[in-house]
Structure formats: structure tokens, C-alpha cells
């Protein structure tokens, strides 16, 4: 492929990349990965309530990984309140799962960074052969894609496994009882699979550059290296 041709890919990995780091780390401070509905299971049963009386009932809340709000509703009209997970809900959430899933993300931002500008430098200048050539490229974007995988699995374990929402709607709360009714992702957490599907992508593009995967020899690299042991 012509050197031009190469530069304009990795270019575009690299432009790719950048906009996955900006929105990485917004995503990362924004209140919006969970947007979850939650009934007031003790004044729904004390009222007997039932159809369209539960909407009385229906509390919501959406949150990030650092900070939330929502409102809650028994029957005697909403009540806002906020939270941050640090300090506020360190003994009601996995706190080890919660770190992981701050830890990953920031890794995922500095290694998408990175990422950016070695796709930059093998654009424009003479990248070395291990680290900022192809290799390096592979490397980096299996690791930042994989973050950004562990990410999304950590923090829908926490989310499902531990029941984090009825956690959050629970702080605190000695006289009623809540049950989360229904659960989304939003914006923040399909930012991260965006981040990730675009380092499954730039993988792709390397090698639409012409670059062979790693460990991947080609059938002209083989037949050269029999032809030597052969000499030899």
C-alpha cells in the first residue's frame, strides 16, 4: 500500500482514538451510566395499592461512578435527595468492584491517549520497529479494548449481581422498604462500548494498512526461512 495511503489510515485511528479518550473521560465523570425505577414496597403494601395507585409508589434515580440523584415516593409525595459513593456509600456498595471500575477506566483513558499518539507519530514520523511500529499499534489497542471490556463487565456485575440501585435506594432508609422495578444503561456506559468497538476497529485498520497481525507470518516469510535452514 502507498506510504500516503498508510498515513491517512492511521491518521484516522488516531483522530478515532482521540474522541474515544474525550469521551471516556466525560463519560467517567458524568452521572449518567444508570437509569434505574424503584417501588416503595412498605407504603405500597400498607395502602393495599394496585394499577395506576403504584405510580404513587415509583421512585427513580440515575447515577455515575462517582455521584447521583433521584427521587423517592411513598405516597406522600417525592422526596429528592443526592449521593456520592465517596464517602457516602463505601459500606453499602462492592467497594473492590467499584475501585476495578474506576481503575479500568482510567486506564482505558491513558492508554486510548497513548494510542493517539502513536498512531500520529507512525503517520508522520519514523516510529521504531517494537514499540511505535505496528506491534506497538496491535499491542496497545488489545489492551485498551480489553479495559474497556472489563469495564463494562465489572460495572454491570455490580450493577445486577450486587443489586446496586436497591442499595443506593435502601441507604439509610430504616422505616421503608424499596425494590428496584427496572434498570437502563444510558449515554456514559455506551460511550465505553463505543471505546471499545473503535480499538476492535483500529485493529483493523493497522492491518488494512498492510501490517500482518502478531505472530502471524506470512507464506513468503516461511518459505525464505526454509530456504535459509536448507543453505544452512
Sequence with gaps: MPSQQKKVIFCMAGMLSFVCALGAVAALGTPLWIKATFLCKTGALLVNASGQ??????????????????????????????????????????????????????????????????????????????????????????????????????????????????????????????KTQSEKYTTSFWVVFICFFVHFLNGLLIRFAGFQFPFAKSKDTETTNVAADLMY
Design 53 to 178: 395507585e403504584l405510580d404513587k409508589f415509583m421512585g427513580e434515580m440515575q447515577y455515575g461512578l462517582f455521584h447521583g440523584e433521584g427521587v423517592r415516593q411513598c405516597g406522600l409525595g417525592a422526596r429528592p435527595f443526592r449521593f456520592s459513593f465517596f464517602p457516602d456509600l463505601l459500606k453499602a456498595i462492592p467497594v473492590s468492584i467499584h475501585v476495578n471500575v474506576l481503575l479500568f477506566s482510567t486506564i482505558l483513558i491513558v492508554l486510548t491517549l497513548v494510542g493517539t499518539a502513536f498512531f500520529m507519530y507512525n503517520a508522520f514520523g519514523k516510529p521504531f520497529e517494537t514499540l511505535h511500529g505496528p506491534l506497538g499499534l496491535y499491542l496497545l489497542s488489545f489492551i485498551a479494548g480489553s479495559c474497556g471490556c472489563l469495564v463494562m463487565i465489572l460495572f454491570a456485575s455490580e450493577v445486577k449481581i450486587h443489586h446496586l440501585s436497591e442499595k443506593i435506594a435502601n441507604y439509610k432508609e430504616g422505616t421503608y422498604a424499596y
